[in-house]
């Protein structure tokens, strides 16, 4: 079971980094075994583009975590892409390369994000909800339906309030309302001197959406239209928000 330990949307690290690698276990199956099939969510992928993206995602937390690096790798540091045929071999080595890299760290230690936390706890979060989100996508390309725990899914939503909007250049038009329905968690989004400020409470906006945990999860990352929830006030707004979570 997942539990929240330390700061705020936070949890424990084991546990993280089990859920991400069996869902990134997951992905590698349903990938390699789906490699020509699109994939709904992503127009652009298909089992083969997602299993690279994944692939590059992996070895990038790694290196940022193993070198301590203070911002993104070049692509000199990359290794050279798994040639045809060795796409599964390769993602694995990826995967296993990036869990134990963070498993070797000490939650709290300081290090460089690009993300509101400054510390090893930002990527273990990260990697924990990347495969949680793209393994939805592989059983979308693949017609499986997906079981989502519903507090990971919160913490999904959670995640991009807490760690990206505010460095996002855009402003939306008003303010924003989101309400979980199926445990706790209430987000306000509003501008402030044209800062963007979040608030877990429970407040009026201009515009409000209401859901389960995976079905705010889904449509903040885009996986399911904004009209898969409750929506109150203009659906456009709830759009405008979104799209600076993702």
């Not at 306000?188 to 995976?214: F, N, Q």
Request: a negative charge; proline letters at 5%.
């Amino acid at each position: 079971m997942i539990v929240p330990v330390g700061q705020t949307g936070q949890m424990d690290h084991t546990a993280r980094l089990d859920r991400a690698r069996q869902d990134g276990e997951r992905i590698i199956t349903l990938c390699t075994a789906n490699m020509a099939a699109p994939v709904p969510s992503c127009p652009d992928w298909d089992g083969a583009g997602l299993l690279s993206h994944l692939t590059r995602v992996w070895h990038m937390l790694a290196i940022i975590v193993e070198e301590r690096r203070e911002g993104f790798p070049g692509r000199d540091d990359f290794p050279p892409r798994p040639a045809e045929g060795e796409e599964a071999a390769g993602a694995q080595a990826a995967l296993d390369r990036v869990i134990a890299a963070m498993a070797a760290v000490e939650p709290g230690t300081s290090m460089w994000s690009w993300g509101t936390t400054q510390s090893i706890d930002y990527f273990h979060r990260r990697l924990h909800l990347e495969n949680l989100v793209h393994r939805v996508d592989a059983e979308q390309m693949a017609g499986i339906s997906s079981e989502i725990d519903t507090d990971e899914a919160a913490d999904a939503v959670a995640e991009r309030f807490e760690e990206f909007v505010h460095a996002r250049p855009e402003r939306p038009s008003g303010s924003f309302h989101i309400h979980r329905t199926d445990g706790d968690g209430e987000w306000t989004a509003k501008v402030e001197d044209d800062r963007i400020v979040i608030a877990e409470e429970h407040a009026k906006g201009d515009a409000a959406a209401k859901g389960t945990g995976p079905e705010l999860m889904l449509a903040m990352w885009g996986r399911a239209p904004v009209g898969s929830l409750q929506v109150f006030g203009e659906a456009s707004l709830v759009e405008e928000w979104f799209a600076l979570c993702r």
